[in-house]
């Protein structure tokens, strides 16, 4: 696999995996290190990507490494939440696998791309079909043969992406599921795969490529096994830097779970300051409590999402906390997933079918926005929006306009109803939110 490796360099490392296929990837990084050590760059203190060899308790972990132009990942996460160009589906020779991920990503799509699949499989093929996108957030899925080569697979998957100018392309561990290939095998061809695509392009329309593992019952595991393999190996510590989003350091302890609900206690700092916010505009309520919402998935989501708005617009303020009103029925959906467009348009579509968040609590207060229960109890989220750089809304928007339209996929961030003085935010992408704090009055 190595002989060509000279064109990789590594990046930074960002997010985790299941033991064993996160143990199969390793091992060839590994191995490129020990062949180029002079190629290893260890950042310094000061340096923005880490500091070697130590080990935070991230709940999400990722590698990623540079292959020529290409930035290639390796990460925990449901294939399906991907937001790229190209989706990935590993599948059998009648394209109808309804098991594992290929199951998660067919009915994530919807019946529309199954019966699409049933078409083209009847009809001359070659090793792979291409159906549109459905409901999942990408372009177009490519459905492959996991019993195949695959390296050839990933090698067409990539000139297809390229023949078609796309940027971005998510794709499962080819083969490790149903077809049962070995994980380190998997790991040689793909980056094989890339390498061979690289050398054939210096400037390629595609630049990420990335590796989607769903085993995040693993994660404690992997972070131990983790500990271990950096106390253990000199060439792994002189290889890679490590960056993770940590929790947020006042949260409660979580003892190693992902999701929890923590009940402030009134006259604390942090609580007095949500009831600040929020009495602003709602002085006439009581509270009856507020409870901060200690996530780690939706918070990695959020986090990482962050980091590239921050990236692209420079100098631009892309947070704000703001309110947003829901029913009690909602309310344990939220906490778990986060906000969801698939609901846009239950209380508001004017500004676009996306998801609202009010600047002042009294808005989202309103009764059509935070409908009382049955004991009259009603129930408001403080959340944290990327806002971004922003333009006025209008009724029909699915995404953000473009902000030039002779470059239609430069989007804006999100919408607002006046742009001089908003009253209220609306974003199309569900990991640009995420809800702190639950408020519950009357």
Same mark, same amino acid.
Request: aromatic share 10%; glycine share 6%.
């Given at each position: ?16 995996s ?9 091992d ?17 203190a ?6 070697? $060899? ?16 290409i ?167 002189s ?42 505009t709602?002085?006439?309520y ?50 778990q997933? $986060? ?34 229960d ?38 804006f ?30």
């Open positions: 696999m190595l002989q060509r490796i000279g064109l990789i360099f590594l990046h930074n490392i960002v997010v985790v299941n033991y064993f296929y996160f143990q199969a990837f390793l060839e990084f590994t191995k490129w290190s020990r062949i180029n050590p002079d190629k290893a760059r260890i950042p310094t000061g340096d923005t990507q880490g500091v070697v $060899g130590t080990v935070s308790k991230p709940y999400f972990t990722a590698y990623e490494m540079k292959i020529g132009a930035t290639f990942q390796v990460a925990t996460g449901n294939i399906i939440a991907e937001q790229v160009d190209v989706i990935v589906n590993s599948t059998t020779r009648t394209f109808n696998l309804k098991s594992g991920v290929s199951k998660a990503i067919l009915e994530g799509a919807g019946q529309a791309v199954e019966n699409e699949c049933a078409v083209l499989a009847a009809q001359p093929h070659g090793d792979f079909i291409i159906t549109q996108g459905g409901r999942l957030k990408c372009k177009i899925i490519i459905h492959v043969v996991g019993e195949n080569d695959v390296r050839k697979t990933v090698t067409s998957v990539l000139e297809e992406c390229e023949q078609r100018k796309y940027t971005s392309v998510s794709l499962p561990a080819i083969g490790t599921g149903n077809a049962g290939k070995n994980p380190t095998t998997v790991a040689d061809n793909i980056i094989d795969a890339i390498v061979d695509f690289s050398l054939q392009r210096s400037t390629p329309s595609l630049k990420t490529v990335k590796v989607v593992i769903f085993q995040p019952k693993l994660l404690n595991i992997f972070y131990d096994s983790m500990k271990r393999d950096l106390s253990a190996s000199p060439n792994f510590q290889t890679f830097s490590m960056t993770t989003y940590n929790l947020p350091k006042h949260w409660t302890d979580m003892n190693h779970q992902l999701f929890c609900m923590v009940q402030l206690d009134p006259g604390q700092p942090e609580y007095n300051t949500i009831k600040d916010k929020f009495t602003q709602c002085s006439s009581t509270i009856e409590k507020i409870e901060r919402i200690q996530n780690a998935f939706l918070w990695q989501s959020y986090q990482v999402k962050k980091r590239q708005m921050d990236i692209k617009n420079d100098d631009t303020n892309n947070e704000r906390l703001l309110f947003h009103g829901t029913d009690a029925d909602s309310v344990t959906y939220v906490n997933h $986060g906000f969801n467009r698939s609901y846009a348009g239950k209380n508001a579509v004017f500004y676009g079918k996306g998801i609202y968040f009010a600047v002042d609590a009294s808005y989202s207060a309103n009764d059509t926005y935070s409908k009382p049955s004991n009259g109890r009603k129930h408001m989220y403080v959340v944290r929006v990327l806002t971004g750089v922003f333009t006025k809304g209008h009724a029909g928007l699915v995404t953000p306009p473009p902000k030039n339209p002779p470059n239609p996929t430069d989007l961030d999100s919408v607002t109803d006046n742009t001089q003085s908003p009253k209220l935010f609306v974003i199309f992408f569900d990991n640009q939110a995420y809800p702190e704090y639950l408020i519950t009055f009357a």
